[in-house]
């Protein structure tokens, strides 16, 4: 039974030996213990390099802390400086280390290097937290004296709004920072028209202040505007930009709050992101919030825990807080807290009632009523929407607003006239019988978003999902189809019934004069048998079997008894010559050539004038027996065609693989363009 698959052959040359698979395994052989050789040396020198660079006493921190602290007080006078004898060993404190003396400390970090401060500057700095407690950080020069005189004395810090202490015998030591500290310095600093610090600066809402003792200076941190006491101060800092980053604005906020005495307590770990743009730092009580549009703001406890059960920053549509929680005004306890939403939201918490959000219409109505300190009192509840009604109840009263509507109802009933005409964040008509308001500008009743419109779209959505899903994998299904497809595609059936004279035009060189039984395609099947024998089968012609022409030079060990030499009617009824030119021909596996390319096309061997003359040849590839899993004597080496792989006797895989074809040899496989499977 004959294939109905175009193989080609090749000349086979006869292999070195150690090119077959003996000599293969004994190549491996040697590169394995050549690989591991290498590797055994590599390890030995990595160890013993490590071995002779390791020092006898490696360095640390702290030694290096020490060093550099001895260093600086020798420098200073050892003993007999302002800073005494040594007392105890170096410590680390914060992100560094200290060494306590007689009169003094030395603290230091690798940027800051080893700075001394002792006496009133010290006493400040430690009250107020020292390196680690308070958010100054490390000093970054000796102590030294002030410009007030030889009796003052300063040292400066290493946080990013460059605080000073500055100590006067007449007043103590303060703290000035940030603003403040930019002001003090266009002003002539401690020399200068304002003089020495008197006192701390002190924060009331936006506001910070800070004294001294030739005057007084004050920044809103929202307006970024300075006023002064003498006034005319105020002009000279007009122009003054006062740099404030995300970290010193958190501090001054934590400072505003109280400090680590305050509500918010000590820090807990570092700043962290949040929302798109946002900071935010932990601190025992709350938290203070960040953004580039609001600054820095603190929340405490009750209502820091309502904001973030709404999702905060990031999770709910209040947005980031725009002040610092403040008292609310009702006794015995309440607090507030604004943010940054479009309709002005709040949240107001007081002991008897809790925590709530008061926003939009119903914030500016109660505001118009006087807020919690007014009629209305404190909420007792959040708002409810009931269709276009959103209402919300307050320890005084209650408050509703129809949205398509735009008015105003209450409870007491003579509340209502004072909401006449009250502007609501958000919309652009007054209350009262103005046009209806719908969800955006312009928007009518008919228009208003209705949340059941959700049980609609998203099985829509859904579905639109799912049906792109599967027409994209059916796409990629078809393109990786198409290529095996392609490979298996069968050519045309000739028309049997025409007999001889229909067949096309042969090529005399695609003869084959093996005789046998030949190897039976595994797709053969797929092929009808041909009406009745072609009138070339019956003259006895050979048919268009899968033999080299004759006459090819091939290594004579090689050709063996087995070699066909008669013809097999082909199922085609193709009239096909003897000769061939196997070099003329790609033996890559490809798919079934068309008629056409059996005549012409790279398929085909050269429509030249000249033949060369051929001889027998052992061929190089076989095609599957009756039993596919039996291996053709001499063809020891699996192909499969459909994934270019190929497989050897050694190979793991080698009982499970499919054979489309066999090779004589693995050199033959490669040759071919088949890859050994792994």
């Known amino acids: 039974m004959t294939s109905q698959f175009s193989l080609r052959w090749r000349k086979v040359v006869e292999p070195r030996d150690d090119a077959g698979f003996g000599g293969v395994v004994r190549r491996q052989q040697r590169r394995f213990g050549a690989a591991v ?37 020798e420098a200073a006078g050892g003993e007999n400086s302002d800073l005494g004898a040594k007392q105890g060993d170096v410590y680390a404190v914060g992100a560094g280390f200290a060494q306590d003396f007689e009169h003094g400390k030395i603290f230091f970090t690798p940027q800051t290097g080893a700075r001394s401060i002792y006496g009133a500057v010290l006493d400040k700095y430690q009250s107020l937290g020292g390196p680690a407690g308070s958010d100054l950080g490390f000093p970054t020069i000796d102590e030294v004296p002030g410009l007030a005189g030889p009796d003052s004395r300063v040292s400066t810090f290493s946080a990013s709004d460059k605080p000073v202490i500055f100590w006067t015998p007449e007043h103590g030591a303060f703290v000035v920072r940030g603003a403040m500290n930019a002001a003090w310095d266009k002003l002539g600093s401690s020399g200068g028209v304002l003089g020495v610090p008197v006192g701390d600066e002190t924060y009331d809402g936006e506001v910070a202040t800070q004294p001294f003792s030739g005057g007084k200076v004050s920044w809103n941190r929202l307006t970024k505007t300075f006023t002064t006491t003498p006034p005319e101060l105020a002009q000279q800092l007009a122009d003054l930009q006062v740099p404030i980053d995300p970290s010193a604005a958190i501090n001054m906020a934590w400072r505003a709050a109280g400090g680590e005495s305050g509500p918010l307590g000590a820090k807990q770990g570092g700043q962290y992101p949040i929302g798109d743009d946002g900071l935010a730092q932990n601190f025992a009580g709350g938290k203070v919030f960040f953004s580039p549009a609001t600054g820095a703001n603190a929340v405490e406890s009750d209502i820091l825990a309502k904001y973030e059960s709404l999702g905060g ?335 050897t006797p050694d190979s793991a895989l080698y009982a499970d693989a499919f054979a489309e074809i066999w090779f004589a040899s693995e050199e033959i496989a490669q040759v071919n363009g088949f890859t050994r499977a792994e």
């Open 37 to 73: 050789r290498h590797v055994t040396l590599g390890v030995a020198a990595v160890a013993l390099g490590a071995f002779l660079v390791m020092p006898t006493a490696a360095a640390s921190p702290e030694s290096d802390a020490d060093d550099a602290i001895t260093a600086a007080w």
């Open 313 to 647: 920053p990031a999770g709910s549509d209040l947005g980031f807080p725009t002040a610092n929680e403040a008292d609310g005004g009702i006794k015995p306890a309440s607090r507030i807290s604004t943010f940054s939403a479009s309709d002005k939201p709040v949240i107001f918490w007081t002991s008897d009632h809790g925590a709530f959000v008061v926003r939009g219409a119903m914030k500016a109505a109660w505001d118009k009523l006087g807020g919690a300190t007014g009629k209305l009192g404190a909420p007792v509840g959040d708002q409810s929407v009931d269709r276009d009604v959103v209402s919300q109840k307050f320890t005084g009263g209650k408050i509703a607003w129809d949205r398509a509507k735009n008015t105003f109802s209450t409870e007491p009933a003579n509340l209502a006239s004072s909401l006449s005409g009250l502007q609501i964040p958000g919309q652009n008509a007054p209350a009262g019988p103005a046009r209806p308001a719908g969800t955006g500008a312009g928007a009518g009743p008919g228009h208003a978003w209705h949340w059941w419109w959700l049980l609609a779209i998203i099985p829509v959505l859904l579905l639109i999902g799912l049906v792109a899903l599967v027409a994209r994998g059916w796409q990629r299904r078809r393109r990786r189809a198409a290529p095996r497809v392609a490979a298996f595609e069968p050519e045309p059936q000739p028309d049997t019934e025409a007999g001889y004279d229909s067949a096309p035009e042969p090529d005399r060189r695609w003869a084959a004069d093996a005789e046998g039984e030949p190897a039976t395609s595994p797709f053969s099947r797929a092929y009808p048998e041909p009406a009745e024998p072609s009138p070339m089968a019956e003259a006895g012609r050979p048919d268009a079997g899968w033999m080299p022409r004759a006459g090819t030079d091939v290594a004579e060990g090689l050709v063996t008894e087995e070699t066909p030499s008669a013809a097999t009617p082909s199922e085609f009824g193709q009239d096909v010559e003897e000769d061939e030119d196997p070099d003329a021909v790609d033996t890559a596996p490809t798919r079934i050539p068309t008629e056409s390319e059996l005549r012409s096309g790279r398929h085909a061997a050269a429509d030249g004038d000249t033949e060369e003359p051929g001889g027998p040849a052992h061929p190089a590839i076989h095609l599957p027996l009756d039993d596919p899993d039996e291996a053709p004597e001499g063809y020891p080496v699996k192909g499969n065609a459909s994934f270019g792989l190929y497989y």
